[in-house]
C-alpha cells in the first residue's frame, strides 16, 4: 500500500517562499502522474499543478502559473512544489495526489493516493 507524506508547510509573510515536499513509500511513484492539490476550510479540494510520470510534462492552474513550480525525483520518490510570490489567498491546507494510471488531471477523484496534508499559511 502506497503511503504519502507532505512537509514542509508553515508561515510566511506575503511575497515570501516555501517549498512542499511529498514523499512516497510502500511503492513507486515514478509510473504514476503527480498532482498538488489545497483545501481551505469548507471547501472543495483544487487542483495546483500536475506532472507526468517522467516529469517531462507539467500543468498549472491559472492562479498559479508562474508562481509555483511542480519537479520530482523518481529516485528518491518524492515530488515537490515551490511556491513563490506568496499571497495571503493561498493559505490553505496543501495535498500530493498519485494517479498511478493515466495522464495528468485536475480532479481529485482521478487520483487514488493521497498524503495526509501540510498547512501552509500566508499573512499580510
Known amino acids: 500500500q502506497v503511503q504519502m507524506v507532505e512537509s514542509g508547510g508553515g508561515s510566511v509573510q506575503a511575497g515570501g517562499s516555501l517549498r512542499v515536499s511529498c514523499a512516497a513509500s510502500?511503492?513507486?511513484?515514478?509510473?504514476?502522474?503527480m498532482g498538488w492539490f489545497r483545501q481551505g476550510p469548507g471547501k472543495e479540494r483544487y487542483f495546483l499543478a500536475g506532472i507526468n510520470a517522467s516529469g517531462t510534462i507539467t500543468y498549472y492552474a491559472d492562479s498559479v502559473r508562474g508562481r509555483f513550480t511542480i519537479s520530482r525525483d523518481n529516485g528518491k520518490n518524492t515530488v515537490f512544489l515551490q511556491m513563490n510570490s506568496l499571497k495571503p489567498e493561498d493559505t490553505a491546507v496543501y495535498y500530493c495526489g498519485l494517479r498511478p494510471t493515466g495522464s495528468i488531471s485536475t480532479m481529485a477523484s482521478s487520483y487514488d493516493y493521497w498524503g495526509q496534508g501540510t498547512q501552509v499559511t500566508v499573512s499580510s
Open positions: 510502500g511503492g513507486t511513484l515514478s509510473s504514476g502522474a
